[in-house]
């Protein structure tokens, strides 16, 4: 599975844009990228995943280049709610166990 | 239920003891995970089972970890002479399909903070 990196942490305004970044240059042609986020206590949560084509859901969206070694996770109008630790995972999609590294922080301050 | 559930949510062992986790995973789903996650990190990979299959038993850190899903539902995580470093958070998680399906994203339940003195 792919390595990734994500800057440890990020602030936020409330109500603005969240770009969570991620670089996976050792990403393999058919592995996916996918997003988890994890809320104080509780379990990680599926945000997104995707392939080469840009993807959105109602959670998301999820930017990721052309060459594929990078993506971005966009929360459009995050809130207060969205505090929580972002993990980008390169993974095949088996759908098999995926392998979390550090994530971002990420902070939304009213 | 609707979603994964986990028990204990807290557990405290003296060390030595042997503890056991459970997992109620999403009815019908094929797959499940169990992960460790220590304080400040990321989960981290422990087993895997399709239905009653244990098919990858990879990141379990040594003998002491033994798990189970006997009937393809509920499964054990179980932790014998536990340690002061196995105190941590275990996740279980379940997908719908087997490994092979797409779009198998993993549901989490609440996990099971483990505190080994």
């Known amino acids: 599975d792919a390595k990734t990196t994500q800057p440890p942490s990020m602030d936020c305004a409330e109500g603005r844009a969240a770009n969570l970044p991620c670089n996976h240059s050792?990403?393999?042609?058919?592995?996916?990228v996918y997003w988890y986020r994890q809320i104080h206590s509780q379990g990680p949560q599926y945000i997104i995943h995707g392939l080469k084509n840009n993807e959105t859901n109602e959670m998301a969206s999820l930017i990721i280049t052309e060459d594929r070694k990078s993506s971005t996770l966009i929360l459009p109008h995050a809130t207060l709610r969205d505090t929580a630790v972002y993990y980008c995972i390169g993974c095949y999609n088996q759908g098999g166990k995926l392998i979390f590294g550090q994530g971002t922080e990420l902070s939304v301050k009213p | 239920g609707a979603g994964v559930s986990q028990s204990p949510r807290y557990k405290v062992a003296k060390r030595g003891q042997d503890v056991a986790l459970r997992c109620d995973p999403i009815s019908g789903h094929v797959s499940l995970f169990w992960y460790q996650q220590a304080l400040g990190q990321g989960p981290e990979f422990l087993t895997y089972?399709?239905?009653?299959?244990?098919?990858?038993k990879s990141g379990l850190p040594s003998d002491r970890f033994f798990a189970e899903r006997p009937e393809g539902s509920v499964s054990t995580l179980k932790i014998q002479r536990t340690q002061q470093e196995d105190s941590a958070v275990y996740l279980c998680?379940?997908?719908?399909?087997?490994?092979?399906?797409?779009?198998?994203?993993?549901?989490f339940g609440p996990g099971t903070r483990l505190t080994v003195l």
């Open positions: 050792t990403i393999s042609g058919n592995e996916y």
């Open positions: 998680a379940s997908s719908l399909g087997p490994l092979v399906r797409a779009n198998n994203e993993q549901f």
């Open positions: 089972f399709q239905n009653e299959a244990q098919l990858d």
